[in-house]
């Protein structure tokens, strides 16, 4: 047998043994291959979780200079799987002045959820909207290792749809995660908005309107939904914003982006708008 012939089977049984890999095998290679330690360029250590991740602006900075600004993207219940679903497009990050403002963006992935094909470990929920308090510490710990390891000056933290969720909940429980956040196409009213099933998944999720009143008093936080927003409706978030101004959170804003839908708001003008004056800060 040739060395290239026999070259082919290995490669062809090795690409079989892993496809054959259960859950549990994958995401134990998942952490020694890339966690062990984790770069926090592809890849970040939350709690005993490996999280991918994508970085930009890393090649604006100089070698050992750490960024103004760290701005951490969460996004929704789906996986970001090619340019076309990445939240910022290169134009959208040219826009932002990430070069002029020395900002780092990362895309985190939550748990069980992948970024370009790299999964993370830990429990998706089945990719169900669904809010785990262990997922909520999990995506803490991670973001305090990305702040131990590039040391920004400040931390904005944006969250999309159950990503929006996410941050409601780490922001609200982890006063010092950011010093901002913006809170896109959010569900913040999860049991009325998930039609009030009383399933185990709802038993079982955190819902950030119970959360308002542990808010910081003293972080500016933005509210955006789409107009046109038929899977997070303006009423949720809205519900969410007039609970907030109940309890005198005066840092809390809403801002409804006209005739924008679900898909839209992220990147929309007036979230980007946003976020390029908190970066040009």
Not at 31 to 47: E, F, K
Not at 232 to 253: E, G, I
Request: with cysteine; net charge neutral.
């Amino acid at each position: 047998m040739s060395n290239t012939k026999a070259f082919f089977i290995l490669f062809l049984l090795s690409f079989y043994l892993i496809g054959c890999e259960t859950l549990k095998e994958k995401n134990a290679r998942t952490l020694r291959q890339y966690c062990s330690p984790a770069n926090n360029i592809d890849w970040v250590m939350g709690g005993n979780e490996c999280l991918s991740m994508a970085l930009f602006g890393k090649d604006n900075l100089d070698q050992h200079q750490s960024p103004k600004t760290l701005l951490i993207y969460i996004a929704g219940d789906f996986h970001l799987s090619n340019n076309t679903k990445l939240p910022y497009t290169e134009s959208q990050l040219k826009q932002l002045n990430i070069d002029k403002n020395q900002a780092l963006v990362v895309l985190l992935s939550r748990p069980g959820y992948s970024i370009l094909g790299d999964r993370s470990t830990g429990n998706a929920h089945n990719g169900l909207a669904y809010y785990s308090q262990e997922n909520v510490d999990i995506l803490a710990d991670a973001i305090d290792n990305l702040k131990q390891h590039y040391r920004p000056e400040r931390v904005v933290l944006v969250g999309n749809s159950s990503g929006a969720s996410m941050s409601i909940l780490l922001i609200s429980q982890y006063h010092n995660i950011a010093d901002s956040a913006i809170i896109i196409s959010c569900p913040c009213d999860f049991f009325k908005w998930s039609g009030g099933m009383r399933n185990q998944r709802t038993l079982e999720s955190l819902d950030p309107i119970d959360f308002v009143d542990k808010l910081p008093k003293n972080k500016p936080i933005y509210l955006f939904v789409g107009s046109k927003d038929v899977i997070t409706p303006t009423y949720f978030v809205q519900h969410f914003f007039d609970k907030s101004k109940a309890h005198s959170l005066n840092n809390v804003q809403l801002f409804v982006v006209d005739g924008a839908n679900h898909i839209q708001t992220k990147t929309s003008e007036p979230v980007l708008k946003r976020m390029s004056q908190i970066l040009a800060q």
